[in-house]
């Protein structure tokens, strides 16, 4: 899948491992592309989501764009700048995400990139 082809579509479904389950856990979040093999997440709602805390805890996931899962690796974005670099990019493709930017104030945003 080239950059073109997954940057236009709306949501990918990623999966991470149930930090103590181990069991699979898949939830369906807007992205912003980052590259031809890289794309970022956010969360802007109260206290970090699962999937946030899960790919923390095991860097191992999975995506898919609607065309089938591809193996790729999590890292949480760290840099207060870069998160809101993402928030940023992720209001300029959804925008619904400025109504999300209004209900989520004082939450503290999370983000992370991922590759494959």
């Known amino acids: 899948m080239n950059a ?3 940057a236009l579509r709306k949501q990918v479904t990623l999966t991470t491992r149930g930090r103590k389950s181990g069991q699979p856990r898949r939830v369906t979040i807007w992205f912003v592309a980052d590259g031809e093999r890289a794309i970022s997440v956010q969360h802007t709602t109260g206290a970090p989501a699962q999937w946030y805390r899960n790919l923390v805890a095991d860097p191992s996931v999975t ?9 790729a690796h999590a890292s949480a974005i760290a840099d207060p700048a870069a998160v809101q670099d993402v928030l940023a990019r992720v209001r300029k493709k959804y925008w619904s995400a400025w109504l999300i930017r209004l209900l989520a104030r004082g939450a503290k945003p999370v983000g992370a990139r991922i590759t494959w």
Do not use: R, V
């Open 63 to 71: 995506i898919d764009f609607g065309d089938g899962p591809i193996t």
């Open 4 to 6: 073109t082809s997954f």
